[in-house]
């Protein structure tokens, strides 16, 4: 199985909403990331957690937390969203991190922010 | 972390050879070149990546010259379902977590 899956496909919010996606991967890979991916741009990194340790935050706003239960899933918890955080939210594994193993994406999920 | 530049977007006619180039001038010695391909509303798709020379895969090839300030995605026969956006990254791979920016990307557009 060479799949990173993400729930939901598409998520409609408001701006008092709590909502949550999440990605979920069985490849037994130890390192998973958060990207945002605005229209016609390129994925921007948000979040790197490392054997279910985050490692970097991209100085991303507490609106957006993430939370690494297990190995095998990743979730991100989103609160007070504005409408400019409408975007495709990308989720990553990859081996290790660090090393040359290569990142394996989601097909995201398409958050709109009303 | 080095930053990347790429033609903003290329046309192609299928059945051609198609390459694109990706500048990096203060590429670090650690640092490798990796390419995704990514289709309209899907996550991006590896491709090929590599350190020095050239690298070859069922999909595509990669050639780094040696100063390695540049390197260039090959793909050979294009078809239609080519048509995508193509994304060179450069990144510390060595590193106690692994970090990359995506760049702007090349849209290709194949042609029939």
């Known amino acids: 199985d060479t799949e990173v899956t993400q729930t939901p496909k598409h998520l409609v919010m408001g701006m008092t909403n709590k909502k949550s996606l999440k990605c979920e991967q069985h490849m037994g890979h130890r390192a998973m990331y958060w990207y945002k991916q605005k229209a016609k741009k390129p994925p921007e990194l948000m979040f790197v957690y490392s054997y279910e340790k985050l490692s970097i935050n991209e100085s991303v706003p507490s609106r957006f937390s993430p939370e690494c239960p297990n190995s095998s899933l990743l979730n991100l918890h989103l609160h007070a969203l504005q409408p400019e955080d409408s975007a495709l939210y990308l989720c990553?594994?990859?081996?290790?991190?660090?090393?040359?193993?290569?990142?394996?994406f989601g097909p995201g999920t398409r958050l709109l922010v009303l | 972390l080095a930053k990347t530049t790429q033609p903003i977007s290329m046309d192609s006619y299928e059945g051609q050879e198609v390459n694109i180039t990706c500048s990096h001038n203060n590429i670090a010695t650690n640092d490798y070149i990796t390419w995704y391909q990514q289709f309209p509303s899907q996550g991006p798709r590896f491709i090929i990546q590599?350190?020095?020379t050239k690298v070859t895969n069922e999909v595509a090839s990669l050639f780094i010259p040696a100063d390695r300030k540049s390197s260039t995605l090959s793909l050979p026969r294009v078809s239609l379902s080519d048509t995508a956006v193509y994304y060179c990254?450069?990144?510390?791979?060595?590193?106690?977590?692994?970090?990359?920016?995506f760049g702007t990307g090349t849209k290709l557009q194949v042609i029939p």
């Open positions: 990553a594994s990859s081996p290790l991190a660090g090393g040359t193993e290569t990142q394996y």
């Open positions: 990254l450069v990144g510390d791979l060595s590193g106690g977590y692994q970090k990359v920016t």
């Open positions: 590599g350190y020095k």
